[in-house]
């Protein structure tokens, strides 16, 4: 290990650098997962359910049912695309949903589905190139 002493003073503290610390990244990002990910939201407006999706417009469904599986199922064929040509193998998806509701009326008390937020995520372990 070298140590290093120009900032010691600054940080109050001793700084050690360990041999071969220009490494460190490069170990980091072999290890890691090759992952990426999207948001899409769906939101109830005029009896129709529009699926927001990233440089697009926006799509629309009749049912929350048909937007809810859109919001689901689109994302994940791009996303694997990209993982398997950033080097990712073994690749796997993972789609989160969460939904918020809110209430209406004043005499009548009800609960309607107003924004549905998918995160789909897929990753793959790193290809090792010799």
């Not at 071969?20 to 359910?49: I, M, P, W």
């Not at 990209?82 to 918020?100: A, F, H, P, Q, S």
């Not at 009800?110 to 995520?121: F, K, L, M, T, W």
Request: proline share 5%; hydrophobic share 35%; charged share 30%.
């Amino acid at each position: 290990m070298r140590e290093h002493t120009p900032v010691e003073p600054i940080l109050g503290s001793k700084v050690i650098i360990p041999q071969d610390h220009d490494v460190g990244n490069a170990v980091g990002a072999v290890c890691s997962l090759v992952s990426k990910s999207v948001e899409r939201q769906t939101h109830n407006r005029d009896l129709k359910y529009l699926v927001y999706i990233r440089d697009g417009r926006p799509l629309d469904a009749d049912r929350s049912e048909v937007a809810l599986c859109e919001a689901k199922e689109r994302p994940a064929p791009y996303l694997m695309k990209r993982v398997d040509l950033g080097g990712g193998t073994g690749i796997e998806v993972k789609v989160e949903v969460e939904m918020k509701k809110c209430r209406t009326g004043l005499r009548t008390v009800r609960e309607i589905s107003n924004y549905v937020g998918v995160q789909a995520r897929v990753s793959g372990k790193p290809t090792i190139v010799e």
